[in-house]
């Protein structure tokens, strides 16, 4: 504890030291704008500066690249909670509520407890990084395909929890994404599937261009179909801070997805992502009003923006303690140490403690950085909403057309984008949620892939998910959680949820007075 | 018909406009196209290689990423550009494999390698063969021997179905006359997280990855694909020297669209070979702990084709995957 205190002053005066210091505002800021900017993600921003790393030092790099990661969490609630675009895929559920919440005039208090939550999270995760990085980047390693499947199985079950409307509607449209991510190059055999001879389809579909459209450009189509248009909503200053009771409803949404989100974040994938997903599953389950959720509910808000955040911490502790990618952004990350001389590996810690050190600390500093930066833009960017309509909403998609193109330099992003905003627009007519479907693209290359590699590994057995002590528990879990999500299906009881979420409650109370 | 020598102008101002287009390459920005995202291997070699061409050329190289379906999509559009210099691609071993591919399917190929013509040679790394330091075998002979004991008992990671990690053991496997078990991941990175998590025994890998782990105890090196050692691992034997005739190496070199005139071809050439001199770039690669392997456009072509050949072969050897 000693050392650990000793090496983090040390952190402290690397990471306070002019030029880092810069470079790390520089990062904030930049991950706070490519989060804004829908379609462009972390993903994107650290890619397209990658470049521009080059020619620092290697700590100053990995300073900057890390705040362009972090940054962007907090970042991409903005225009989810103001507009329902998601500015990156992590952001996705907070448009549900967030969105909601604006229509109610509390664009404020949403964007204010997404800051908090994030800074929360934010520096709790980082506490977490630096006292349990090796042992819990060991675990990390521990999770083999059969795991990992059983994992993102277990995150498909959460699904039913999520859905405000019809199990089965939820659950289809989850299919839905399950398909739309079966397209391109089959990673085990190689075969093109439904790509139809666009190169392009190779990869597979982007989550980027699906989220975009189906919760932006749809929402877009939505209120140009409505026949009153919608009031522009003139914030209030004394609406701008969250009231006492959306500060009570927060503070264990923001506990929880910080703790989920740092967990999730560990294991290897795009974490950050699933990582709010289940917390908004988690926060649904456990809310004594169930039935707020998608009506504006401040916990749909706080807990998944604080996982996504302390998501991005997890995902640095492969990285970091052992010199292994959790996922495309720690990979490019790597990269850049790369370039610097730096071999990112399991001596990383002891070879170069400036650096593991000085970007620990460098986080402390830069959460602080975003907060002060987000608190006073709240009012800022609340006052956006005073824009009319017919000029803000063509502005929009100018900007997701921009945003979703430059990812990838690829016109058939935007085409996808297009043909999924027609979809989302048609979807919610209809009443289905469009959320599940995100998920499923989210969920079905890597679900496929550990599958099939379980399944190569095994030899074909299927007994490869009970034996293994992880996977089983897992799957037991997701087993259950689906019998219960079944049940008013099958009895048809009503409103079981909240009969279910109330008992949930009083149990967690028992157990919180022992 | 008497030829009216005026008849002739046209193709005399042709051929002088060619002469003076080479004389003033280049005259705007030149563009090398990185067919990986930035952070992978064809963008790490492209950006110093262009810093260094910028100094001679005193004129822009700009290093350009067109990511996407492992690399065709940027390999395809600079085959499909125009041949005038100003667009050349930084490519990888993969450029080999993906025509072969596209033929093992009956896919429409995104582009023919004869689309391509080298300019030159940037780096070639030998793959390192490695198991996991927990499990018995000392050498390639006793890894060999149990795996002939326990036919697809034994398993390996590769960055992907048909990827260079996959053919580097491909190559082993079908010279030792045995059968491992392939699980494929998305990238060399999960590959090796794979290895380290005991999920499989073995992985083919570029070696500045694996050395971080083999110095920390968990992985054991047990051969090398190159034809001589490595400065690295000095103790390591080549596969050769075991007796197995197997090469392997991810390489890195730059091409042009075929039909660029030949004056800028020789243009280009001389910039890459006083730029692989730069002492720069000679730093760069260093950090990146990747040999420099320059060969010109002819003795590399020479080198392509036997590539090539050997991925080909290797290709038709796996087939198509049935499950």
């Known amino acids: 504890m000693v050392e650990t205190l000793q090496n983090l002053t040390h952190g402290f005066a690397i990471a306070l030291s002019p030029t880092v210091m810069v470079y790390a505002f520089a990062g904030c800021v930049i991950g706070t704008l490519v989060g804004m900017l829908p379609g462009v993600g972390p993903l994107a921003g650290i890619s397209l500066l990658l470049p521009a790393s080059y020619g620092?030092?290697?700590?100053?790099?990995?300073?900057?690249?890390?705040?362009?990661?972090?940054?962007?969490?907090?970042?991409?609630?903005t225009t989810s909670i103001l507009m329902r675009i998601p500015g990156e895929a992590a952001s996705v559920m907070t448009c549900i509520d967030g969105y909601a919440m604006t229509r109610k005039g509390r664009a404020g208090p949403a964007l204010a407890i997404a800051a908090i939550g994030s800074y929360i999270a934010g520096t709790a995760s980082v506490v977490g990084l630096m006292l349990l990085a090796p042992p819990l980047a060991a675990f990390a390693l521990s999770f083999g395909p059969p795991e990992y499947t059983a994992l993102l199985l277990l995150g498909l079950m959460v699904l039913a929890y999520m859905s405000g409307g019809s199990v089965p509607k939820s659950l289809s449209m989850a299919a839905l994404g399950l398909l739309l991510g079966m397209i391109g190059i089959d990673p085990m055999t190689g075969y093109s599937r439904f790509s139809y001879g666009v190169v392009e389809l190779g990869d597979g579909?982007?989550?980027?261009?699906?989220?975009?459209?189906?919760?932006?450009?749809?929402?877009?189509?939505?209120?140009?179909?409505?026949?009153?248009?919608?009031?522009?909503?003139?914030?209030?200053?004394?609406?701008?801070?969250?009231?006492?009771?959306?500060?009570?409803?927060?503070?264990?949404?923001?506990?929880?997805?910080?703790?989920?989100?740092?967990?999730?974040?560990?294991?290897?994938?795009?974490?950050?992502?699933?990582?709010?997903?289940?917390?908004?599953?988690?926060?649904?389950?456990?809310?004594?009003?169930?039935?707020?959720?998608?009506?504006?509910?401040?916990?749909?808000?706080?807990?998944?923006?604080?996982?996504?955040?302390?998501?991005?911490?997890?995902?640095?502790?492969?990285?970091?303690?052992?010199?292994?990618?959790?996922?495309?952004?720690?990979?490019?990350?790597?990269?850049?140490?790369?370039?610097?001389?730096?071999?990112?590996?399991?001596?990383?810690?002891?070879?170069?403690?400036?650096?593991?050190?000085?970007v620990i600390a460098s986080m402390y500093v830069g959460n602080v950085v975003l907060l002060v930066l987000n608190l006073p833009l709240v009012g800022v960017f609340v006052n956006l909403l005073r824009i009319p309509y017919p000029i803000m909403y063509p502005a929009i998609l100018v900007f997701s057309v921009v945003g979703v193109y430059a990812v990838n330099g690829s016109v058939v992003d935007v085409?996808?984008?297009?043909?999924?905003?027609?979809?989302?627009?048609?979807?919610?007519?209809?009443?289905?949620?469009t959320a599940p479907i995100v998920l499923g693209v989210v969920l079905a290359p890597m679900l496929e892939m550990s599958l099939?590699?379980?399944?190569?590994?095994?030899?074909?057995?299927?007994?490869?998910f009970f034996t293994r002590p992880i996977a089983a528990t897992m799957l037991g879990a997701g087993l259950v959680l689906l019998l219960f999500s079944l049940r008013p299906l099958l009895a048809k009881g009503a409103d079981w949820r909240q009969r279910f979420g109330l008992q949930e409650e009083s149990t967690l109370e028992k157990e919180e007075e022992k | 018909m008497r030829t009216r020598p005026l008849a002739l102008l046209p193709l005399l101002a042709l051929a002088l406009a060619t002469a003076v287009q080479a004389q003033d390459f280049p005259t705007r920005p030149i563009n090398i196209v990185a067919p990986f995202p930035p952070g992978g291997q064809a963008d790490l070699m492209a950006r110093p290689t262009a810093s260094a061409m910028e100094k001679i050329l005193k004129s822009p190289v700009v290093v350009v990423n067109k990511t996407g379906a492992a690399g065709a999509v940027g390999m395809s559009f600079v085959a499909n550009s125009k041949p005038d210099g100003y667009t050349l691609l930084m490519a990888l071993s993969s450029i080999s494999i993906i025509p072969e591919a596209d033929k093992l399917f009956d896919r429409k190929p995104a582009y023919t390698m004869d689309q391509l013509i080298p300019v030159a040679l940037v780096s070639a790394d030998p793959t390192v063969f490695v198991v996991r330091a927990d499990r018995p075998w000392k050498s390639v002979k006793e890894f060999v021997e149990e795996a002939k004991k326990r036919p697809e008992g034994l398993s390996y990671s590769s960055s992907g179905i048909y990827g260079t990690l996959h053919m580097a053991m491909e190559l082993f496997v079908n010279a030792a006359g045995i059968k491992l078990k392939h699980v494929p991941y998305s990238g060399a990175g999960p590959a090796l997280t794979a290895i380290l998590g005991g999920h499989v025994d073995a992985l083919a890998s570029a070696p500045a990855v694996v050395i971080p782990h083999i110095k920390s105890g968990k992985l054991r090196p047990l051969a090398v694909w190159g034809d001589k050692r490595i400065a690295a691992l000095p103790d390591l034997p080549t596969f050769k020297e075991l007796g197995y005739d197997i090469e392997f190496y991810i390489w890195a070199g730059l091409f042009a669209p075929k039909g660029t005139p030949e004056p800028i071809m020789k243009k280009l050439r001389d910039t890459v070979r006083a730029a692989l001199q730069d002492a720069e770039f000679k730093n760069a690669m260093a950090?990146?702990?990747t040999p420099i392997a320059y060969l010109d456009a002819p003795e590399f072509q020479k080198f392509w084709d036997k590539d090539a050949k050997m991925l080909a072969d290797a290709i038709k050897r796996v087939g198509k995957i049935e499950e």
């Open chain 1, 415 to 433: 085409w996808i984008m297009a043909v999924m905003g027609a979809l989302g627009y048609l979807l919610r007519k209809f009443d289905f949620e």
């Open chain 1, 56 to 77: 620092l030092n290697a700590t100053t790099a990995i300073v900057m690249l890390a705040g362009i990661y972090y940054g962007a969490m907090y970042g991409g609630s």
């Open chain 1, 452 to 464: 099939r590699q379980s399944l190569a590994l095994s030899s074909g057995s299927y007994t490869v």
């Open chain 2, 287 to 289: 950090k990146l702990e």
């Open chain 1, 205 to 358: 579909i982007g989550i980027v261009p699906v989220a975009v459209g189906l919760f932006g450009v749809s929402e877009i189509l939505l209120t140009a179909g409505q026949a009153e248009m919608p009031k522009v909503i003139k914030p209030k200053l004394r609406d701008l801070m969250p009231s006492r009771q959306e500060w009570n409803d927060s503070v264990w949404p923001i506990g929880r997805g910080t703790v989920l989100g740092f967990l999730i974040g560990i294991v290897p994938g795009s974490a950050h992502i699933i990582s709010s997903f289940v917390s908004y599953a988690v926060e649904r389950r456990l809310s004594k009003h169930p039935e707020q959720f998608g009506q504006g509910a401040v916990a749909g808000v706080a807990g998944p923006e604080s996982a996504n955040n302390s998501a991005t911490s997890g995902a640095l502790v492969p990285m970091l303690a052992l010199g292994v990618p959790s996922g495309p952004i720690p990979a490019v990350m790597m990269a850049a140490m790369m370039v610097h001389g730096v071999s990112p590996g399991p001596m990383l810690i002891h070879q170069q403690p400036e650096l593991f050190w000085g």
